[in-house]
């Protein structure tokens, strides 16, 4: 097995509220976020994004040379489905997650996805050039908190052979509610994302609490886009460091674009 030098810095990681795919297309302070994570970041060996929109009853990564960019949505304009992430896969490190993930089982996708929005609309203002490897996580379907928030703890180790471990969905999820309209978000919305703040930057190992709240069936009426921020609180834990908020906000009433990283240097955009 091929890992990284032992020279190679430590890697931060990330959650990234990922909101609509026209975010590939705009600008705006939380694509500006994604920016700035993109330049201070060091240069990795590749990237692991946990997508929320590979939820599948199984978990896979891909593990093909050049994965395709694929538009898992309907109705947006045509622009949006002419946009392509060409980045390289790096199959060497899929082999990397198998083996760390057990005795979780992790399979080898080489031809059924690719990168879906919830990877190249993120990482086109992450690495605008693709140039960097991205590896895409699937989320499994049915597992429940503890099997990802020990899934995150095992992935916590990319860090340290230069995968940049990114997981992208959302904190609050509400897209039945949602009204395009709003700028800021309803209060139940805002007030369950201040939760989610609160154990993340304290107490990652808590992430469990956020199922409690009174919201919660509100916020992830589905778990896919809850599982990868459950993940990224394990990585937080077994990484002993301090998760930061990269950049924070509800919109549309019911969708946060919070975002968390732990490790960086510098965490505001400005």
Same mark, same amino acid.
């Given at each position: 097995?091929?890992?990284?030098?032992?020279?190679? $810095?430590?890697?931060?990681?990330?959650?990234?509220?990922?909101?609509?795919?026209?975010?590939?297309?705009?600008?705006?302070?939380?694509?500006?976020?994604?920016?700035?994570?993109?330049?201070?970041?060091?240069?990795?060996?590749?990237?692991?994004?946990?997508? +929320?929109h590979w939820y599948? $009853?199984?978990?896979?990564? @891909?593990?093909?040379? /050049?994965? $395709?960019?694929?538009?898992?949505? *309907?109705?947006?304009? +045509?622009?949006l489905y002419e946009?392509?992430?060409?980045?390289?896969?790096?199959?060497?490190?899929? +082999?990397?997650i198998i083996d760390?993930?057990?005795?979780?089982?992790?399979?080898?996708?080489?031809?059924? /996805?690719?990168?879906?929005?919830?990877? /190249?609309?993120?990482?086109?203002?992450?690495?605008?050039?693709?140039?960097? $490897?991205?590896?895409?996580?699937?989320?499994?379907?049915?597992?429940?908190?503890? *099997?990802?928030?020990?899934?995150?703890?095992?992935?916590?180790?990319?860090?340290?052979?230069?995968?940049?471990?990114?997981?992208?969905?959302?904190?609050?999820?509400?897209?039945?509610?949602?009204?395009?309209?709003?700028?800021?978000? *309803?209060? /139940?919305?805002?007030?369950?994302?201040?939760?989610?703040?609160?154990?993340?930057?304290?107490?990652?190992?808590?992430?469990?609490?956020?199922?409690?709240?009174?919201?919660?069936?509100?916020?992830?009426?589905?778990?896919?886009?809850?599982?990868?921020? %459950?993940?990224?609180?394990?990585?937080?834990?077994?990484?002993?460091?301090? +998760?930061?908020?990269?950049?924070?906000?509800? %919109?549309?009433?019911?969708?946060?674009?919070?975002?968390? @990283?732990?490790?960086?240097?510098?965490?505001?955009?400005?």
């Amino acid at each position: 097995m091929t890992n990284a030098s032992p020279a190679m $810095p430590l890697m931060p990681a990330a959650f990234i509220g990922h909101g609509t795919p026209m975010n590939a297309l705009g600008a705006n302070k939380f694509t500006a976020a994604w920016r700035v994570l993109g330049d201070l970041v060091p240069r990795p060996r590749a990237v692991l994004i946990i997508s +929320a929109h590979w939820y599948v $009853p199984d978990t896979l990564v @891909t593990a093909m040379d /050049w994965p $395709p960019t694929i538009h898992d949505f *309907y109705g947006f304009p +045509a622009p949006l489905y002419e946009v392509r992430y060409p980045a390289p896969g790096l199959p060497e490190v899929a +082999a990397e997650i198998i083996d760390l993930a057990r005795p979780f089982r992790v399979s080898a996708d080489t031809a059924s /996805w690719g990168f879906d929005h919830g990877s /190249w609309a993120v990482m086109i203002h992450v690495f605008p050039d693709a140039s960097v $490897p991205v590896l895409e996580l699937s989320v499994n379907a049915v597992e429940g908190v503890d *099997y990802h928030f020990e899934l995150g703890m095992k992935l916590a180790e990319l860090r340290q052979r230069g995968v940049l471990v990114i997981g992208s969905g959302q904190v609050v999820n509400d897209q039945r509610g949602a009204d395009r309209r709003l700028e800021s978000g *309803y209060d /139940w919305a805002n007030d369950f994302d201040a939760m989610a703040q609160e154990i993340l930057l304290s107490e990652p190992s808590g992430i469990a609490r956020l199922m409690r709240h009174p919201n919660f069936s509100r916020a992830a009426p589905s778990p896919d886009h809850f599982w990868p921020l %459950v993940q990224f609180a394990g990585i937080t834990s077994a990484s002993h460091e301090r +998760a930061e908020v990269l950049v924070e906000g509800v %919109v549309a009433g019911s969708i946060s674009m919070t975002c968390f @990283t732990v490790g960086l240097a510098t965490t505001s955009p400005g």
